[in-house]
């Protein structure tokens, strides 16, 4: 994350994009927020959710058989406030799996999972939060015990810890074999599953005003930049997957600019964007038989602001045939960042909505599952007959 918006125009800017029927609640405040918080509408007008047109596929290429199938979890921005680190200490460590305990079994049942590490790690303290991420590795334990196999770095907050951050980072993420592109020099990540290979390129459009300690400590966004790695890229792999760290933060509608860019990069032959960066979840669009997915909001964060504790879990189903590969299907899963005080500490988690309104557990109060139904009734008008429950 970073500038942070006044709450108070973040509040009217939200009511405006959701209408009245999904009240925004009080920032920081689960109390004041119960008290004001109304039960959402699903009835509210479709209009008011940012929704894109899709182009047809220009590919009338017929289908022939199938020789290989894989899976793909994508999840957004992986936070780590102040807030966090202190909830998962525990006497002398920090264990972060339980926060990602809930939905690890869908991320592990996943052939390849990945997601986008906002944050810089370290080995030993002074740990921090906003604004300028330094947070104990083992965070990235958590991770990979969740089942996450492959990291993107680029994003405003890769250079919080300076040349040792982002070199730590890197070699931590090596330690534990997880795949990781954006930042160190290193080129993409090529994740491969029964023998397709993935290539990831990852891209940010700033630094917050952190100038780059040596050359290549971070991949930026340059169109042309891109065009000639996802050639490269494509070279070495079968389906390539664009994670461009971009757009207005707090705000659901992609911008011009973003869409522009967006389209070139698949034009330039990118199989698939996963947008991240702008805390809440944006459209998903089809563009000549391509996804482009615009934000998949944060998946972990102590961020409170209403639509900054929603994320989106993207499930991919990529086929490769004997004509190439491609993604042939992709859902939407809407996640909810849990927060629970008890024990003298908070407790963050990420649940899965569609199966925590099923089957609430004993942990989910009667204000989270207004919250999530809420969100719930949000993602149905803005994804559609992508949304997976
Ligand atoms: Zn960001």
Same mark, same amino acid.
């Given at each position: 994350?970073?500038?942070?918006v ?5 509040i ?20 004041r ?12 007008a ?9 182009t ?13 199938t894989?899976?793909?979890?994508a ?29 690890a079994?869908r991320?592990t049942?996943?052939? *390849? #999972? ?6 810089t %790690?370290?080995?030993?303290? @002074?740990?921090? !939060?906003?604004?300028?991420f330094? +947070?104990p590795r ?8 969740a089942g ?19 070199r ?58 891109m065009?000639?790695? *996802? #050639? ?6 079968? %389906?390539?997957?664009?994670? @461009?760290?971009? !757009?207005?933060?707090?705000?659901? +509608? ?8 967006a ?7 990118a ?26 909001g944060n ?29 042939a299907s ?23 909505i569609g199966?925590? %309104?099923?089957?609430?557990?004993s942990h ?14 949000y ?10 429950l």
């Amino acid at each position: 994350m970073g500038t942070r918006v006044r709450a108070g125009s973040l509040i009217a800017a939200l009511a405006i994009l959701v209408g009245s029927a999904f009240v925004p609640t009080a920032m920081n405040s689960p109390a004041r927020a119960e008290a004001s918080v109304s039960a959402p509408a699903t009835t509210a007008a479709p209009a008011a959710v940012p929704t894109l047109e899709t182009t047809p596929s220009t590919d009338p290429t017929p289908t022939p058989s199938v020789d290989a199938t894989v899976t793909l979890i994508a999840v957004g921005d992986l936070m780590c406030h102040s807030q966090q680190f202190r909830a998962a200490h525990y006497g002398s460590i920090y264990d972060f799996y339980p926060a990602f305990r809930p939905v690890a079994a869908r991320i592990t049942a996943a052939d *390849i #999972a990945a997601g986008n590490l906002e944050t810089t %790690l370290r080995a030993y303290g @002074p740990y921090s !939060g906003y604004p300028a991420f330094r +947070t104990p590795r083992s965070y990235a334990d958590g991770l990979k015990k969740a089942g996450f196999d492959v990291l993107t770095t680029a994003n405003n907050h890769a250079l919080d810890g300076g040349a040792t951050g982002v070199r730590a980072t890197a070699a931590y993420l090596d330690k534990l074999g997880i795949a990781h592109t954006g930042t160190d020099n290193d080129g993409p990540a090529i994740v491969e599953h029964d023998g397709v290979k993935i290539a990831f390129l990852a891209y940010t459009y700033a630094t917050n005003g952190i100038h780059s300690p040596f050359p290549g400590a971070v991949n930026r966004i340059s169109l042309a930049r891109m065009k000639t790695n *996802i #050639a490269s890229a494509r070279k070495r792999a079968d %389906l390539v997957i664009v994670v @461009p760290h971009w !757009g207005s933060e707090y705000r659901a +509608t992609p911008e011009a600019a973003t869409r522009t860019l967006a389209r070139a990069l698949i034009d330039a032959g990118a199989d698939l964007v996963l947008g991240s960066h702008p805390h809440v979840v944006r459209p998903v669009e089809s563009y000549h038989g391509r996804f482009i997915v615009y934000s998949m909001g944060n998946f972990i964060s102590g961020m409170s602001d209403t639509y900054t504790d929603l994320g989106i879990m993207i499930e991919a189903t990529i086929v490769r045939r004997e004509t190439g590969t491609k993604v042939a299907s992709l859902k939407v899963v809407p996640v909810f960042r849990d927060r629970t005080y008890g024990a003298g500490r908070s407790t963050y988690r990420v649940v899965d909505i569609g199966r925590m %309104l099923t089957a609430p557990d004993s942990h989910t109060s009667s204000y989270d599952r207004t919250r999530m139904r809420g969100y719930l009734s949000y993602c149905r008008r803005m994804f559609g007959k992508l949304l997976s429950l």
